[in-house]
C-alpha cells in the first residue's frame, strides 16, 4: 500500500491513451514512480534519521567522514522500516541505486555550499556514494544456487583463488552517428553486461539530406564515463565440500572502491546479486543454445574473516570467556587439555603433548627491522606402520581451525605452494594459491612424507622457515603469506624403523628440513606383553562403544569446545619468556651442543640431526605454547623445562637413537664380532655373493650369537666391505 498517499498526479494523456488502445492512461507508471519515489524518501530518512541511541546518527557521520562509500547493516534497515529490506532483497539492481541517489544527496545537503571558480557561493556537486551492505544471517552454500535465486540478494562465504587485473567498465557511453554528427548517451547495465545501442538514428532528415542508414552509432570513448571493475574467482571453503567432490568456484565481478581489495588466498563473506551474462566464448560451444547463460555474483559488500576468527563464532559471549578463564585458572590444565587430544589413541603421551602444543602455536614476533620471526611449532613423526600417524593427522586437521590435509604421493610443489595459471578467456596470467596458502593461519597435515620427490619437497622449506612462498613464474612475481604449523608422518625408509641401522640410515631425509622441524618422534612399535594386552583391550573397547549414540553428541561438544578455546587462545593470548626462564634456557642450550659435539668426536660422525639454534627457537615457542594454553601472558621456569623435556625425549633421542660404531662395546663383545667377522669373510669369497639367512644359521650352528653376527655385517657394510643386494636378502662382498 505503501505510495497511496503521495502527491502523485493522475492525469490521462488523451491523445496517447487513444493511440494506446489501452482506456486507462499512464496511472500505473505513475504509480511505480510514486514507490520509487516513496522509497528513495525513506532511503534518505533512513541515512538522515537513524540512531543507535540518544542522538547518535551513525550513517551521517559515516558519510561525512568517508563521503566514498556508505556500509550499511541490513538489520538496521529492517528496524528503521521493515518493507525496505524485503524490496533490497527482492529486486536489489533496482533499488541499490535509488539507496546510492538517496546517499549522494543527503551527502550534498549535509555539505555546506562552496566557493565555485567565479567566487560566489554553489551548490555541492553530488558525488557517487557506493552503498556496502552487510548482514548478520547465515550464508547459503554456493551448491544450492539454482534458478530461483537469480537477480535476488544471496549471501555466500568462500576462499579467493584469483583475482584478475583491473579493467575500466563503461558506466554511460557516448555515441555518436557516423551522418548527422548527433549524439546520444546511453547507459551500461552494472556488472559484466553491456550497453544496448539503437539500430536507428532518430534525426529526421531535412529535404535534400539523405536520411541516417541502420546502424550509424560509433561510440566516443573519450567522452563516456567509466568506473574500476575486478573480476574474483570464489571457491567454497574446503570444509564444506562433500567428500569425493571437486570445490565448485563461482565468477564474482567487483567495482568501484572494492576493487583491489582483496588477494588470493583471502577468506571472504560476500552479499552480491546473482546475475547471468553471456559468456564471450558460449558462441563456440553452445551453437544454437541462444538462451544459456553464465552465472556470477555482483558484489555489493565484502567481509573479511581474518584468520583469528576463521570460522565458527568469531565473537565469544561473556559465558564463554568466564568458562575459558576457569578452565584456564586450574591446576592441571595441561593434563586436562592433553587428555582431550585424539582421545580414541592410546598411550603416545609425548605426542599428543607435541601435538598440543603445535595446536596452540607460540607468539609470533616482529622485530624492527622488519624481520619476522615465526610463532608455528612444526611437528614430524617418523616410525613403523600402526602407530597411529595418520589418525593423529586427521584429528588435527579436525580440531585446528584452519587445516589443509595432503598426502605425499598425490601433491606436486606448484599443489602445495601457488601455481600459475592462464585464464582461458582473458589469456591473461594469475594466480592460484595452493595448500600452504589455503592454510594460512593453521596446520598443514602432511602424509607419507617420506614418499614426496625431493624437488616437491624443497618447495616447502621456505614456507616452513620464513612461512611466506614467493614465485616468479610468467611474468609474475610476487610473495604470498602461508603462515603455517606443518604436522608431516613419514616411515623409515626400510618401511620398519630398523635398530641395528644408524639414526642417518632409519632417517632417510636430508638436513636442511630435519632442523625446520622443532620437534622430531620416532614412533616404534614395541612387543611387550603387558603393554600389548592394554593396546588391545582399549581398542576393542573403541570398536564395541563405537555406535552409542550417547557418548557421540558429548565426543562432538568436546571437540567442538576445544576448537573454541584453541582460537580463544590464539586470539587473545601471545606470550613472552620471563626473565629467569631465559637465562635457564640458554644454559641448557649450551650444554646440548656440547654434549653432541662430544659424541660426534667419539663416534666420529656428525649425528643424523644437527642441533643448531633453530632448536633453540624451537624450545622458545615451545615453552610459549605450553604459557598460552594456560592463558598465561609469561612463559614461566617450568614452561620451560617442561619445552626441554619435550625436546629432549623427541628430537634429543632421535639423534641418538640407532647404533653407532664402538660405543658401548665391551671387549668380551669386540673380540666375538672380530671372530664373526673373520668366519664371514672366510664363508665369502671376494665377489661372491650368498643369502644372508643361509650365512646366518650357518655361523649359529658353528655356535655364534645371531646378533653379534648381525653386528659384525653392519660393521663391514659400513667399512663398505660387503654390500646389500636384492632388497638386503643377497650380501655381495666387495674387492
Known amino acids: ?235 567454497e571453503n574446503p570444509e564444506d565440500v562433500p567428500t569425493g ?133 612444526n611437528v614430524l613423526l617418523l616410525g613403523d606402520p600402526s602407530t597411529a600417524k595418520s589418525q593423529f593427522l586427521k584429528f588435527v586437521e579436525k580440531t585446528a581451525p584452519v587445516a589443509v590435509y595432503t598426502s605425499g604421493k598425490g601433491s606436486s610443489a606448484a599443489g602445495l605452494t601457488a601455481s600459475v595459471i592462464r585464464d582461458s578467456s582473458s589469456r591473461e596470467f594469475y594466480l592460484e594459491g595452493g595448500a600452504m596458502v589455503l592454510a594460512d593461519g593453521g596446520v598443514v597435515c602432511i602424509d607419507e612424507f617420506d614418499k614426496m620427490r625431493s624437488e616437491d619437497r624443497v618447495a616447502i622449506h621456505e614456507a616452513m622457515e620464513q612461512q611466506t612462498i614467493s614465485i616468479a613464474k610468467a611474468g609474475i612475481t610476487t610473495v604470498l603469506n602461508s603462515r603455517t604449523s606443518v604436522l608431516a608422518a613419514a616411515n623409515p625408509p626400510s618401511g620398519r624403523y630398523d635398530d641395528l641401522k644408524t639414526a642417518q640410515d632409519n632417517i632417510d631425509l636430508q638436513t636442511t628440513i630435519l632442523s625446520r622441524f622443532d620437534l622430531i618422534f620416532i614412533v616404534k612399535d614395541i612387543r611387550m606383553y603387558s603393554q600389548d594386552k592394554i593396546i588391545a583391550s582399549h581398542i576393542i573397547k573403541v570398536h564395541a562403544s563405537a555406535d552409542a549414540n550417547l557418548g557421540e553428541n558429548r565426543a ?45 668426536n667419539e663416534t666420529g660422525e656428525a649425528a643424523a640431526i644437527p642441533i643448531t639454534v633453530r632448536q633453540l627457537e624451537a624450545i622458545v615457542r615451545l615453552s610459549e605454547a605450553l604459557a598460552k594454553m594456560k592463558l598465561s601472558h609469561v612463559a614461566t621456569e617450568e614452561n620451560v623445562q617442561e619445552a626441554i623435556r619435550l625436546f629432549t625425549v623427541s628430537t634429543m633421542d632421535a639423534a641418538r637413537s640407532g647404533i653407532h660404531q664402538q660405543v658401548n662395546l665391551t671387549p668380551e663383545m669386540a673380540n666375538e664380532i672380530k671372530q664373526a667377522e673373520t668366519q664371514i669373510k672366510r664363508r665369502i669369497g671376494i665377489g661372491n655373493h650368498i643369502s644372508e639367512r643361509r650365512l646366518i644359521d650357518e655361523l649359529t650352528k658353528m655356535g655364534m650369537n645371531e646378533s653379534i653376527v648381525r653386528r659384525a655385517l653392519i660393521i663391514m657394510h659400513q667399512r663398505d666391505e660387503v654390500e646389500y643386494k636384492r632388497e638386503r636378502r643377497v650380501i655381495f662382498r666387495k674387492a
Open 245 to 377: 567432490e571437486l570445490p565448485r568456484n563461482m565468477l564474482l565481478s567487483v567495482d568501484r572502491h572494492l576493487v583491489q581489495t582483496i588477494v588470493p588466498g583471502t577468506r571472504l563473506t560476500i552479499m552480491g546479486i546473482y546475475s547471468i551474462f553471456q559468456a564471450a566464448n558460449s558462441a563456440a560451444s553452445h551453437k544454437g543454445a541462444v538462451a544459456i547463460r553464465q552465472p556470477y555474483i555482483r558484489v555489493v559488500g565484502i567481509e573479511e574473516t581474518n584468520e583469528a576468527n576463521s570460522r565458527g563464532p568469531a565473537s565469544f559471549t561473556t559465558e564463554d570467556i568466564e568458562e575459558f578463564k576457569k578452565f584456564a585458572a586450574e591446576p592441571d590444565v595441561y593434563k586436562a587439555i592433553c587428555s582431550k587430544i585424539a582421545p580414541s589413541i592410546f598411550g603416545h603421551e609425548d605426542v599428543k603433548k607435541a601435538v598440543a602444543c603445535l595446536l596452540f602455536g607460540g607468539s609470533r614476533k616482529n622485530l624492527p627491522d622488519g624481520v619476522k620471526l615465526r610463532g608455528d611449532i
Open 556 to 600: 562432538s561438544k568436546e571437540e567442538n569446545w576445544l576448537k573454541r578455546y584453541l582460537q580463544y587462545c590464539r586470539s587473545h593470548c601471545h606470550p613472552r619468556l620471563s626473565e629467569s626462564a631465559s637465562t635457564m634456557l640458554q644454559n641448557n642450550y649450551v650444554k646440548i651442543r656440547q654434549d653432541m659435539r662430544q659424541q660426534a
Open 1 to 235: 500500500m505503501s505510495g497511496w498517499d503521495e502527491g502523485g498526479i493522475y492525469y490521462s494523456d488523451q491523445a496517447q491513451s487513444l493511440g494506446d488502445g489501452t482506456g486507462f492512461g499512464r496511472s500505473g507508471v505513475v504509480d511505480e514512480k510514486a514507490t520509487h519515489h516513496s522509497v528513495l524518501r525513506k532511503f534518505k530518512e533512513f541515512i538522515r534519521g537513524f540512531e543507535v541511541e540518544k542522538n547518535v546518527f551513525p550513517y551521517r557521520e559515516s558519510l561525512l567522514h568517508n563521503p566514498k562509500f556508505l556500509r550499511v547493516d541490513m538489520e538496521d534497515v529492517h528496524a528503521f522500516d521493515s518493507d525496505l529490506p524485503a524490496k533490497l532483497r527482492s529486486a536489489p539492481a533496482d533499488f541499490l541505486p535509488l539507496f546510492e541517489t538517496a546517499a549522494a544527496e543527503v551527502l550534498m545537503n549535509l555539505k555546506t555550499k562552496v566557493a565555485g571558480e567565479t567566487g560566489e557561493m554553489v551548490e555541492p556537486v553530488p558525488g557517487d556514494v557506493q552503498i556496502l551492505l552487510t548482514s548478520k544471517e547465515d550464508p547459503v552454500s554456493m551448491r544450492s544456487l539454482g534458478a530461483q535465486y537469480i537477480s535476488k540478494l544471496i549471501k555466500i562465504s568462500g576462499i579467493t583463488i584469483a583475482a584478475s587485473r583491473t579493467k575500466a567498465k563503461a558506466t554511460y557511453v557516448t555515441l555518436l552517428c557516423k551522418n548527422c554528427r548527433s549524439t546520444l548517451r546511453v547507459p551500461c547495465r552494472p556488472g559484466l553486461g553491456g550497453a544496448i545501442v539503437p539500430r536507428s538514428c532518430n534525426h529526421m532528415p531535412q529535404a535534400g539530406e539523405e536520411p541516417c542508414p541502420l546502424d550509424p552509432w560509433i561510440v566516443v570513448p573519450d567522452k563516456s564515463m567509466y568506473v574500476d571493475q575486478q573480476t574474483l574467482k570464489l571457491q
